[in-house]
């Protein structure tokens, strides 16, 4: 009777410890897999955030915001590209050719398109992927007429 006992103690306890091993091992691979994420979104993450206001309005999406220029003397434009999935709102600034003072200068942008409420929308500026910050403004007011105050 007694090795009986004791032959079953040895696998009970055998059975705890692959249970806790295989318990601690799935958890592991979730840490890992958490922190492998949170690394690729760390170097995925694009440096430059734009701030811009955005109102959807009667179907129609309308992004103002700022952008920060080598100089007064280039120009911007914007697009909005519609897919499937997400609307890419394109930023550039080029360059005119003409002689400028070299002072950072900030410049107005504004991109208006159709869409759902609910869509996916990502910028560019220049090519490159950029934060957006979005300041949502209330149906109730006039998007040129509200003051977003930026620090830095």
């Not at 004791?6 to 691979?29: P, R, T």
């Not at 949170?38 to 915001?65: C, M, S, W, Y």
């Not at 300041?135 to 105050?149: G, M, T």
Request: charged share 25%; proline share 3%.
């Amino acid at each position: 009777m007694n090795n009986k006992f004791l032959w079953g103690a040895l696998l009970v306890i055998a059975l705890v410890s692959v249970s806790a091993y295989l318990y601690n091992k799935d958890k592991q691979k979730t840490i890992d897999q958490a922190r492998d994420e949170a690394i690729t979104d760390q170097v995925q993450r694009p440096e430059i955030t734009l701030n811009t206001k955005h109102q959807f309005k009667d179907g129609q999406h309308i992004f103002v915001g700022l952008v920060e220029l080598p100089n007064p003397c280039y120009k911007v434009t914007t697009e909005a590209i519609k897919d499937q999935n997400e609307t890419v709102l394109n930023i550039n600034y080029a360059s005119t050719s003409e002689v400028c003072a070299e002072v950072v200068t900030s410049k107005e942008f504004r991109i208006s398109f159709e869409g759902k409420a609910d869509e996916t929308i990502i910028a560019k500026l220049n090519g490159e992927l950029v934060n957006l910050n979005i300041f949502e403004i209330p149906l109730d007011k006039n998007i040129d007429e509200v003051k977003v105050y930026n620090k830095g």
